[in-house]
């Protein structure tokens, strides 16, 4: 048994020693630069003030006009060619002109540059200089399917100092992504490496995510069977602890046993990262569900004339459907929004409150399941915190039996579905992953050290099995070259 083990630890480490080195290390890169994302604050500081006074066409309209055969939400945003709406459903989007429902598809770079230049001045970044870099499918910070409704992509440089590069939707003229030449440089030697996320590989997200599960359990394999070894091969000298290795073998044995606990952890917890519903569940709700939670909208409901109960000035407007009604909220500033009760004349013009009510959230849960409890506001320290996408609003959480469901209090959204497999999933992967526990979170310098601290123990234990096995494969070559 023990040789058999001794076998398989040693060939698999020789397979996989670098790529343990390498995610230790690209692991410490990765909690100072995250792979670029546009953040909400990002995105609406880009916005501009809607020109109500060219909306000649009512949401209702955009709805009914749209090839989007389940709207959800109808969205109002300016650009450098007029009012747009952007008509949602599901995982589709279309864009229509707010003066006559025009096509609103991006179909030229002349567009796309007027588009960045106009986000980068609301933004005060230096936008006259602007070139179109590229117009393209997939490119390295674009590789993920959040992005498939919006290609191609025109991806717009700055030419500033910060090397800012825009990515403008063709689908909607949305900016949907800021990346900067200091953070893609990171990236590089951060998530790029350590996720394996060449373009080649990545656009294909089946292959990618079959190669990466694959070779995360051939990895964890590989460390277990080395932990069972290491603490076999113990012996002792009376009372006192020694290895049966000597040289750089000890070293590694002994390294080994001091982060076994989180090498093993951080390999298993890795793993689950690539596990898309095959041992735990994802986290999102169904299609039923969703749709249990937004009722079925009647948008030709809406006034004829709803655009004149738009406030101004007023960067956003957005149209949703929950709990059988539709709401209309309106954005001016990235903290702060108006909602309204719309179909109705009264609620259409009187402003309502910020957010959605408990009693709202609690009859639109109704259609859900049966037995459910009452709404509860989630604390921001909570073990299963989420996050509004208006930065500072409360989410909501009804427990229904074993489920609970998160929904966003600004918009409706139904964030996720915590089932019990989904609440072991979050301990299991980002706390054992991240150290994402409320012990730490609450302490970000603390759980910053201990990340660098693990991963430079785990980065030289790594070194010393590249060593080993830079020794093993001289000795192989060496008896090959011999017969």
């Known amino acids: 048994m023990i040789s058999a083990l001794t076998l398989l630890h040693r060939w698999l480490g020789v397979a996989f020693c670098l790529l343990f080195a390498m995610w230790f290390a690209t692991g410490i890169v990765m909690h100072f630069v995250p792979f670029p994302t546009l953040a909400e604050t990002e995105r609406f500081a880009g916005l501009a003030p809607i020109d109500l006074a060219g909306v000649k066409r009512g949401p209702a309209e955009a709805a009914a006009l749209s090839d989007i055969g389940d709207v959800k939400r109808v969205r109002l945003v300016q650009r450098d060619d007029g009012p747009v709406y952007l008509v949602s459903g599901g995982s589709a989007v279309e864009a229509l002109h707010g003066s006559d429902l025009a096509d609103g598809t991006v179909r030229s770079a002349s567009l796309a540059l007027a588009i960045a230049r106009d ?20 490119d390295q910070w674009t590789v993920s399917e959040r992005f498939d409704p919006h290609r191609p992509l025109y991806r717009v440089a700055l030419n500033d100092r910060l ?15 800021v990346t900067r030449l200091r953070e893609r440089a990171w990236n590089y030697i951060g998530s790029i490496a350590h996720w394996i996320y060449p373009v080649a590989l990545r656009s294909h997200p ?21 932990a069972v070894i290491g603490m076999l091969r113990i ?28 090498v093993l952890s951080w390999i298993f917890s890795g793993f689950l990262s690539m596990d898309s519903g095959q041992l735990f569940s994802t986290g999102k709700p169904t299609p039923a569900e969703q749709a249990s939670i937004t009722g079925a909208p009647v948008w ?54 910020a957010l959605l009510r408990r009693d709202e959230i609690a009859a639109a849960v109704g259609n859900l399941a049966l037995g459910c409890e009452p709404p509860v506001i989630i604390e921001p320290n909570d073990d299963y915190a989420a996050t509004s996408v208006v930065p500072g609003a409360r989410v909501f959480r009804v427990v229904c039996g074993r489920d609970w469901y998160q929904i966003d209090g600004a918009t409706g959204a139904l964030l996720e579905k915590l089932d019990p497999s989904r609440r072991a999933y979050r301990w299991f992967c980002a706390g054992l992953h991240t150290l994402d526990f409320p012990v730490l979170t609450a302490r970000p310098a603390l759980r910053a050290a201990l990340i ?32």
């Open 119 to 138: 986000t980068a001045r609301q933004r005060n970044l230096n936008g006259e200089d602007v070139t179109l870099a590229a117009l393209a499918a997939y």
């Open 163 to 177: 090397g800012t590069e825009l990515y403008v939707s063709s689908t909607t003229g949305e900016v949907v992504l």
């Open 206 to 226: 089946a292959g990618w995510t079959a190669l990466l599960w694959w070779l995360s359990l051939l990895a964890l394999i590989g460390a277990s069977s080395g």
């Open 235 to 262: 012996g002792f000298a009376g009372s006192r602890p020694v290895s049966r290795y000597s040289g750089w073998q000890a070293w590694h044995h002994w390294l080994g046993l001091c982060c076994m606990p989180f």
């Open 300 to 353: 030709n409901a809406l006034l004829s004339d709803e655009i004149a109960y738009v406030s101004a000035p007023v960067r956003e407007v957005e149209w949703f459907a929950f709990g059988g009604r539709i709401y209309r909220r309106e954005r001016a500033s990235v903290e702060r929004q108006q909602l309204f009760v719309s179909g109705e004349l009264a609620d259409a013009i009187r402003p309502d409150r």
């Open 452 to 483: 660098v601290i693990l991963c430079v123990f785990g980065f030289a234990f790594s070194l010393t099995g590249v060593v080993i096995a830079g020794r093993r494969l001289l000795i192989q070559s060496g008896h090959a070259r011999r017969r």
